[in-house]
């Protein structure tokens, strides 16, 4: 390019900003702004073509300017989320989540406008934003935590009434984390956040159902951590973390109750790919309700009993909440806790005393209420098949009858050589007797108790228990190959099991861990606990909900 026509492209550029600066929007306008000020240019190096080109560049660096302009300077805030936080009006919210750019789950959307309605809920939405360049300019569509996104972000206007992208507080101790913007891809959504909200629990908006349940002092509530779920359709970067994504990508909410006590109780509303979906004893659809019972078969995965420990308001509250849904099953984990020679305990001779003097005294009394605990549940729950899942506590018994010294043990001596007799004669005759199962039918008969005349199904370790489509025979405390059981470790089944076992009740994938209904000091559980009174739902179409007590109450 020569001087001369460097100078005049210098010229032009000029005299678009200068138009630009001062309203003018149209090329035609300020071309002809620009040819009446230079006749006489010899303009044969710079065609009308050209010429738009240089208006289309400087009205770009000039949009882009004034939008670095716009920045501030500097900031700060001074007061912490605590603070600042809202607390909003009302006893029961829908929460959930959004995706940029994506269409709603119609269906599901209506659903949640039929719970809403029939239950008097607000409805709370927060939106994230992915693959934020991978679609065209909307024009100044509102955007992810600002009042105007000059990058085109879209949401569905449907759920701009809905909108809630900052922080606020549902209850004393719960917060809605709306200001949150996670990636869906992200694997463990709630990594992190720990402490993200304080001693306050969480609710974090994200594509994926997670649960956490964290630690507190021991004689205080354990805090949970949840996500959403979405009410946008799977809409991902077809790549490895959006691949895995998509697999794992929920239709869901929460709802969140609130009582006149101030107690808050959260539950999954986890939808199909119709949207439909179940909130206890009851289906939701796109302008229906429908009794849950319409569609099969509710299961109760109850939290570990530990019947020698058993908190009897918590089991009380669980037992009513069955009822309330006309469980068809219900699975028992860590029928007994073993106090009276558990492995925790069996070589504290202080402990031994307390148990001889005001506890469980023998290993047989701890059967028979194993056998009376069962006979009431039936009794409670008629209508009920139970389902007795092989258990760590449960082996416990196992292991004290091959321990030698249970045979110089005054209390429960007799009741050791009986049950190996049994174990042994059955061993001798080439029978492989399930001693448990003995020691329960045995418990019954000496006590007149009709075990035989409820649906109790002993299963046995590795027995599965496939119940619309979820895995329900595993207590938990086996992982793969020999290893600890962990949730984690239970992934990599690829099948959707119910564990319980850790008292600490979770959602990561597809694996869902019950707590306990058992006294929430057990003696051997010193320093912060995370565990809670809590049992899962599992609903006709094999989607799941935590029910987490407070006491005897369940909901409001």
């Known amino acids: ?103 709603l789950h119609d269906d599901f959307w209506d659903a949640l406008h039929v719970y809403a309605a029939k239950h008097d809920a607000q409805i709370l939405v927060s939106r994230f934003t992915y693959n934020k360049n991978g679609w065209r300019s909307n024009g100044g569509t509102e955007g992810v935590n600002a009042e105007e996104d000059t990058d085109g972000i879209w949401f569905d206007p449907r759920i701009k009434p809905y909108v ?65 779920g979405t009410v946008t359709m799977r809409n991902y970067l077809d790549r490895k973390a959006g691949q895995i994504a998509t697999f794992h990508h929920t239709f869901a909410a929460l709802v969140v109750e609130i009582d006149d006590d101030g107690d808050w109780f959260v539950r999954q509303l986890i939808a199909d790919d119709n949207g439909v979906f179940y909130d206890l004893n009851t289906a939701y659809g796109p302008s229906w309700t429908a009794p849950a019972t319409d569609f099969g078969d509710t299961i109760v995965t109850l939290g570990d009993i530990h019947i020698e420990k058993v908190d009897p308001i918590a089991v009380s509250g669980a037992i009513n909440m069955a009822k309330f849904v006309k469980a068809k099953h219900c699975t028992v984990h860590d029928l007994i806790d073993f106090t009276s020679r558990n492995h925790h305990n069996i070589r504290d001779p202080h402990f031994l005393v307390e ?106 370790e590795d027995d599965s228990l496939i119940i619309n489509g979820i895995e329900h025979g595993m207590h938990g405390h086996r992982g793969p190959n020999g290893a600890r059981g962990n949730p984690k470790s239970f992934r990599q089944m690829g099948d959707k099991v119910n564990t319980a076992h850790t008292h600490t009740a979770g959602i990561i994938d597809g694996v869902w861990t019950a707590g306990t209904l058992s006294q929430l000091l057990l003696g051997y559980n010193a320093g912060p606990s995370s565990w809670s009174h809590s049992s899962i739902l599992t609903y006709p179409s094999g989607k799941r909900s935590i029910i987490t007590q407070r006491g005897p109450k369940w909901k409001v």
């Open 164 to 228: 809630m992208d900052r922080q606020v507080k549902l209850a004393d101790d719960l917060v809605f984390c709306g200001e949150l913007d996670i990636l869906p891809t992200a694997a463990q959504p709630l990594s992190g956040l720990n402490n993200y909200t304080g001693p306050n629990s969480g609710i974090v908006p994200h594509a994926k159902v997670h649960m956490q349940s964290q630690a507190t002092m021991l004689k205080r509530p354990a805090k949970f951590m949840y996500t959403t």
């Open 355 to 460: 148990q001889n003097y005001v506890g469980v005294k023998s290993v047989e009394a701890g059967m028979t209420m194993g056998a009376r605990f069962l006979i009431g549940l039936q009794d409670a729950l008629p209508d009920t098949s139970i389902h007795v899942i092989r258990s760590n506590h449960d082996q416990a018994f196992e292991r004290w009858l091959k321990d030698i010294h249970g045979f110089s043990d005054p209390i429960n001596a007799p009741y050791w050589c009986l049950a190996n007799a049994e174990l042994m004669n059955s061993k001798r005759v080439g029978n492989d007797l399930d001693v448990f199962v003995w020691a329960m039918r045995y418990a019954a008969i000496t006590n007149n108790l009709p075990l035989e005349k409820t649906t109790t199904n002993f299963l046995q």
């Open 1 to 103: 390019m020569s001087n001369e026509a460097f100078k005049h492209k210098a010229m032009i550029e000029d005299s678009y900003t200068e138009a630009l600066k001062s309203g003018v929007t149209s090329f035609k306008q300020a071309d002809a702004d620009l040819l009446s000020v230079t006749q006489g240019w010899d303009f044969t190096s710079s065609t009308v073509k050209e010429r738009r080109r240089l208006w289309k560049g400087c009205k770009k660096r000039l949009k882009d300017k004034q939008k670095e302009d716009n920045r501030p300077l500097a900031g700060g805030e001074l007061l912490s989320p605590d603070d600042t936080r809202e607390r909003l009006t009302g006893k029961r919210f829908i929460v959930t989540s959004a995706q940029n750019n994506t269409y």
